[in-house]
Structure formats: structure tokens, C-alpha cells
């Protein structure tokens, strides 16, 4: 771990729906540099916490700290603002549009009269997909006719490009086959060596202790523990997940 | 990085047919082609039946297509804004009551209340009228997006009330009378003998279209070198230009054949002390006003869904509202003007069809919500989202208004009019929905 502010701390949440807490006083930090694996069955409130970074909830109670000042996230614009973006689990396509315009959907590139510059845009996409995917051709095509690993490819094109500090990625290798999965893993580490802090969500354990420093546990809403992966065996963070209970230390 | 991918390869390109090769390199949409060609077929079809059956083929006349051109413009200016609606996932059931209310209250305007407050026949009344009509407009289209966007009404629903309240509300605005004349400037905004530019000035906005398509096709050409695009075949450049233009110098060709009738021209003739046998007076129509307007309607609003960042949320948000909401987009504002713009647009097609009749009825526009979103659907707009064309809307009502003339021109009767129009748009949906499924888009 690098330096002693973390990038991102989320203190004390809590968020209910209708009478059910799907997050209840949980509390997480990422640090720069950092990798954090966020585990938990379906319905733990680890896709609701991380929204709540994203901006596409909001939190009934709790502060979120980005370097260790006060952030208020509203909404997903203010999440942009302070360079936090998000790869989503069902990602956050808009299938219809080809992939310059999903790169850069809700911060497009304007001319001088305040046109949508499709032609830049196709510039830049061409750029810096040539560096994360060089096989990627599909650039008039809408997003619906790519693969999945393509698709995963511009989701992941769209965080990188806008110089995201703190990444969230939701199951990012959740509908890839071997060797797309592969890819997102090298991209990961590379983005890591860069600086950039991940929280990366994953029902896959293996994916978490091959790719996280450390992982926090939610079960039913609440935070089980957070633990270093150098510390513990896959059958602790397995006992933390499904029997909520924290490995014992002699 | 490496990974497979799926895309196919160039080598395909070689053996590909010679007609999908013509497409690629114009990029011509398929859809496009086939619209045109479905409209070709109609008006020779109709033109033909006339000839074989009735000894006269009344439809490729220039007075037809003439009329033609400016019974479609009130419908597709406001199938321009339905594809909006549409694309976003919508529904707008209330243009037509919406229309029949602006009417209404523009009618009200420049006749019962501007004369008295600065006289009869003033030139600013036609403009106070229309400008007062597309606020009204505006603000019942943003308090329908306002239900349907912020309170989370279904906009079937909204709009569902919106027809009923609206057609009340123009029946109670002057308690059920119909409203005439209205202003003298107004009614040319409906076109007819007065309400045409007349021949020069179609030579000329038409010579400015064809410069300005050329202007496009090389600046697109530039702006493509310039990021190392690949780029159009000169040869498909050149066709391209010399279809745009040569279709702008024949729609030219056609409004200007069409002259005056002759009761105008001895009007006009007596009017001006002209000697001449009014026999030998040619006085051309040129481009009716409101079909300018439908041109006008039509180039914003292609710049404005293709080419602002608006036009791309509607867009980003009919592929995929929760991917729209997510990449920080306002869903709900963009709604609400969508819903504005659509109430604008029915504001509009208001002062085309009041202008056209000449006074403003209680039941005008009654069924134009039907006749707008057949002709937005035959437009290749699908109700399932995040795919619709300006041009498609307005080429469709430019088949649904052939389709009714020509029926009328060879003499079917109404009851079957109404089945075939039906029929139409069923057929429409389904051979569209068909080319989807073999394209996969």
C-alpha cells in the first residue's frame, strides 16, 4: 500500500430500500496503486455499495472521502468530476450506438459551433483502442454486433480514456470466455501499475486472490471484515462469505 | 494484448455482389432504397390504374404531386418530432388534439383579439399568431414530458389524456364555433397560388441546394482525409452529387409547371393592367411555403438528432435508458424536451393546416396522431427504441399522403381507403421487421 491517505473512503454507509437495508454501516478504503476485491453472494450489497460510489444511488447516511477530502456524489456526472469511473456488470452499453459514440457518451467532443464531432471522436477511439485492443475493426458498426470481449473491450476503453483514478469494475469478466478474461486481467494489473486504484467486484474467488491486495467481505448488507489476501486461505474469505464470520488469528 | 475477434475479414469484400458493393461505397441505406422504391411503385402504379381503368392517369401530373407536397407537409413536420418520441421509447397519442388547440388559439389571437389591440390587417398579426401558437405548443409538449418524465406516468397514458383534454379545451376556447378568415399573411403559410415562392425564387433556393449538397460532399471528404479515414470512391462522390442534384433541379423543374389556375391569373391580370390573353399567361406555382417549411423542419432536425449532443442522448437513451442514466446523462430533461420539441412541432403542423382551410375548426387535426405515427413506423422508426431517421418520417408520410390521394384520384371509396391505409401500415412494420432480423441490427 502506498502512501497513508486512502484514495477513496466510504464511512459508516447505510442505504435502505422500501424497509430493507441493502447496505447497513459499511465501511471501505481503496488506496492508489491498490486492488480490492469486494465478495459476497448475490444480494450482499456489493453492486449497491458500489453504486452508491458511481453515483447512481445515493446513500441514506455515511461520507465518502476521495483523498481524504469530503466528496459529495449525486450523481454519476459528479463521480466523472472527481475522476471515479465505473465498468458495469450488464456494461452500461447503449447497444445502438457504435463505439466512438459509447466511449464518449454523455462527454462527447464538440466543434467550435457546438456540433457532435463524430469524426474526432472516431479518431480517438481509433488511438486508444489500438493500444488496449489492436484487433478491434468494428468502429461503424453498432456495439450490438460486437463480441462479448469487444464490447468489454469499449466499456473498458471508456473508463481508461477519461483518465479514471478510481476504477470500479462490477463482474468485469462476468459473461468473457477464457481468453477475453485473460486480457481484462493483464489490463487490470497494468492499470494498477499506474496508479490507479480498482475496486473489483467478483463472485470468482480465484480471479480475487490472483488479482487483489486485500478483499472486503459484505454478507446481508453489512461489512463481514476486510482482510490482506496475503493473510488468508481461500477457505477463510469462502467462511467469511458464506458463514459471515471472520478467520480466527492465534 | 491479443485476442480473437469475429469481425470479417477483407478478403470478403472481393467477392462481394455488385449491388451491396454500389451501397457500401455510397453508403446508401438499404431501408432508404427500398422506401424510395416502395414510393415510385405507388405513384406510377396509381398513375397507370388511371390510364388503364378511368382512360386517365391523373397522379404524375405536376398539379398532383404539387398537392402532393403540401398535403404531406403538415403530418411530416410533426412526424419529424414523433421520431423522437419514438426513439426514446415514447409515445405521443395527443398531436393531433394538441394541434387542433394551437390552431385554435392562433385563430383566436389574430382574429378576435390582435385586431382590436393594433387594428385590422396589421402586418405584425401573422407573427404574434404564430410565435404566441408555437409557445403554447411548447409548454403543453413540456408539461406532458414533465408528467411522463419527473412524476413517472406512463406517456401512453399522458398522452392518452392530453387527446382528450386538449380536444375539449379547443372546443371550450371558442365555445365550438369554427374561426375565419383568418390573417391574410397567415393563410399564405398554407400554401395555394398566393402561398408559393414562384418560379425564380425556386431557381434559386434550388441552385443554393444543390451547392450547398456539394459543399457537403466535399467537405465530408475533406473532413475524412484529414483523420485518415477511408474514403467514398470518387466515382460513388460522383454519383452522389448527381442524384442530390439532379432530384432538387427535377423537384424544381416539377413545382414550376404547375401554373396558376386561370380564375387567379385574370384576378391577377386585372389587378396588374395586363393585356395579355389569359390564355397566354403562364404564371408557375414554384415550392409552396409550408413545404419550405417541412424542408426547413426537416434540415433541423436531421442536424439536430444526428449531429448535437441532444439529438445523441435521445438516441443513447432509447439503445439503452440505463446506460444513458448511468454515463451521467439527465434521462428525465432530455425527456421533458423531447416532449417540448414534439409539442413545437404539432404547434407547426397547426398553422400549415389552419392556414391551408383558412379558419381554425374544432375538429382539426382529429386522427393526426394515427396518420403521424404510421407514417414515423413506415419510416423504418422501431417502436422498440434507439433506431428512427428524420428523412424515414418524412418519406413515409410522404406514402401514406400518396397512398390516400391516389385513392381518391381513381375513385376508391373511402371505407376502402381507411382498410388499405391499415393494411399498409401493418405490411410496413412487418417486411421492416423482417429486414432487421437478416441485417441483425
Known amino acids: ?250 | 494484448m491479443t485476442k480473437p475477434s469475429s469481425t470479417r475479414g477483407p478478403s470478403k469484400s472481393n467477392v462481394e455482389g455488385l449491388f451491396p458493393r454500389f451501397l457500401r461505397a455510397t453508403e446508401i441505406d438499404a431501408r432508404l432504397l427500398g422506401m424510395i422504391a416502395a414510393l415510385v411503385l405507388i405513384w406510377v402504379g396509381f398513375h397507370y390504374y388511371g390510364k388503364i381503368v378511368n382512360g386517365y392517369g391523373a397522379f404524375l401530373t405536376p398539379r398532383n404531386l404539387w398537392n402532393l407536397s403540401v398535403q404531406t407537409a403538415s403530418i411530416a413536420v410533426m412526424a419529424t418530432g414523433m421520431v423522437l418520441v419514438i426513439v426514446t421509447r415514447h409515445i405521443d397519442l395527443s398531436v393531433g388534439s394538441i394541434l387542433g388547440f394551437t390552431a385554435m388559439s392562433m385563430a383566436i389571437i389574430q382574429v378576435w383579439i390582435l385586431p382590436d389591440l393594433i387594428g385590422l390587417g396589421h402586418p405584425m398579426i401573422w407573427v404574434i399568431a404564430v410565435v404566441c401558437g408555437l409557445v403554447i405548443g411548447a409548454l403543453i409538449g413540456a408539461l406532458h414530458g414533465y408528467l411522463i418524465a419527473y412524476l413517472g406516468i406512463p406517456a401512453f397514458i399522458v398522452t392518452l389524456g392530453g387527446l382528450l383534454v386538449w380536444r375539449g379545451a379547443a372546443f371550450l376556447l371558442a365555445r365550438g364555433e369554427t374561426i375565419s378568415p383568418v390573417d391574410a399573411t397567415f393563410s399564405k403559410l398554407g400554401g395555394g397560388p398566393y402561398g408559393a415562392v414562384g418560379a425564380t425564387t425556386s431557381w434559386i433556393i434550388g441552385i443554393v441546394a444543390c451547392v450547398a449538397v456539394l459543399l457537403m460532399l466535399w467537405q465530408g471528404r475533406r473532413q475524412r482525409k484529414r483523420f485518415d479515414f477511408p474514403l467514398r470512391p470518387l466515382w460513388a462522390e460522383g454519383f452522389l452529387a448527381t442524384v442530390g442534384c439532379g432530384l432538387i433541379i427535377g423537384f424544381v423543374v416539377l413545382v414550376n409547371s404547375y401554373p396558376w389556375p386561370k380564375g387567379i391569373v385574370k384576378k391577377y391580370a386585372a389587378a396588374n393592367n395586363i393585356d395579355t390573353p389569359i390564355n397566354e399567361i403562364f404564371i408557375s406555382h414554384g415550392f409552396a411555403i409550408p413545404v419550405l417549411i417541412l424542408i426547413g423542419v426537416g434540415i433541423i432536425m436531421t442536424i439536430l438528432t444526428t449531429r448535437t449532443r441532444f439529438g445523441r442522448y435521445v438516441f443513447a437513451i432509447g439503445g439503452n435508458p440505463d446506460a444513458a442514466e448511468l454515463s451521467g446523462i439527465n434521462t428525465r430533461w432530455v425527456t421533458l424536451k423531447v416532449f417540448a420539441l414534439m409539442g413545437t412541432l404539432c404547434a407547426l403542423g397547426a398553422v400549415i393546416s389552419s392556414a391551408r382551410l383558412g379558419s381554425a375548426t374544432n375538429n382539426l387535426g382529429t386522427l393526426d396522431e394515427l396518420y403521424v405515427i404510421a407514417a414515423v413506423v413506415i419510416g423504418g422508426t422501431s417502436f422498440s427504441g434507439g433506431i428512427g431517421t428524420i428523412y424515414g418520417a418524412i418519406l413515409g408520410a410522404l406514402v401514406m399522403q400518396a397512398l390516400q390521394t391516389g385513392m381518391i384520384l381513381i375513385g376508391f371509396d373511402a371505407a376502402i381507403q381507411q382498410m388499405v391505409v391499415g393494411a399498409v401500415l401493418v405490411a410496413a412494420v412487418w417486411i421492416d421487421t423482417l429486414y432487421r432480423r437478416r441485417s441483425g441490427v
Not at chain 1, 502512501?3 to 473512503?9: R, S
Not at chain 1, 447512481?56 to 447516511?61: G, I, V
Not at chain 1, 481484462?184 to 492499470?191: D, N, P, T
Not at chain 1, 490472483?210 to 472486503?216: A, E, I
Request: aromatic content about 6%; some cysteine.
Open chain 1, 1 to 250: 500500500m502506498t502512501g497513508t491517505t486512502p484514495l477513496v473512503e466510504m464511512k459508516n454507509i447505510e442505504l435502505a430500500f422500501g424497509g430493507i437495508k441493502a447496505v447497513d454501516d459499511v465501511t471501505v478504503d481503496l488506496f492508489a496503486g491498490e486492488v480490492v476485491g469486494l465478495l459476497g453472494h448475490n444480494g450482499a450489497g456489493k453492486s449497491t455499495l458500489i453504486k452508491i460510489l458511481s453515483g447512481a444511488y445515493q446513500a441514506d447516511a455515511g461520507e465518502i472521502y476521495v483523498n481524504g477530502e469530503l466528496a459529495t456524489i449525486r450523481n454519476p456526472r459528479d463521480a466523472h468530476s472527481y475522476n471515479i469511473e465505473t465498468i458495469y456488470q450488464t456494461l452500461a452499453l447503449a447497444d445502438n450506438l457504435d463505439a466512438a459514440a459509447n466511449l464518449f457518451l454523455g462527454r462527447e467532443i464538440v466543434t467550435r459551433f457546438g456540433m457532435v464531432d463524430d469524426d474526432a471522436m472516431e479518431a480517438e477511439t481509433r488511438k486508444i483502442m489500438g493500444r488496449l485492443n489492436p484487433n478491434f475493426v468494428k468502429f461503424s458498426s453498432p456495439v450490438s454486433a460486437l463480441s462479448g470481449g469487444q464490447r468489454q473491450s469499449v466499456a473498458i476503453t471508456r473508463a481508461v480514456y477519461f483518465n479514471a483514478r478510481i476504477l470500479i469494475m462490477d463482474e468485469p469478466t462476468a459473461a468473457l470466455g477464457p481468453q477475453e478474461t485473460e486480457m481484462v486481467a493483464e489490463l487490470i494489473k497494468q492499470l494498477k501499475s499506474e496508479g490507479i486504484g480498482i475496486f473489483l467486484i467478483s463472485h470468482d474467488i480465484h480471479d480475487v486472490m490472483g488479482l487483489c491486495d486485500r478483499v472486503s467481505v459484505m454478507k446481508n448488507g453489512r461489512l463481514v471484515g476486510t482482510q490482506n489476501v496475503d493473510d488468508v486461505t481461500d477457505d477463510e474469505i469462502l467462511a467469511m462469505i458464506i458463514l459471515g464470520k471472520n478467520p480466527e488469528r492465534n
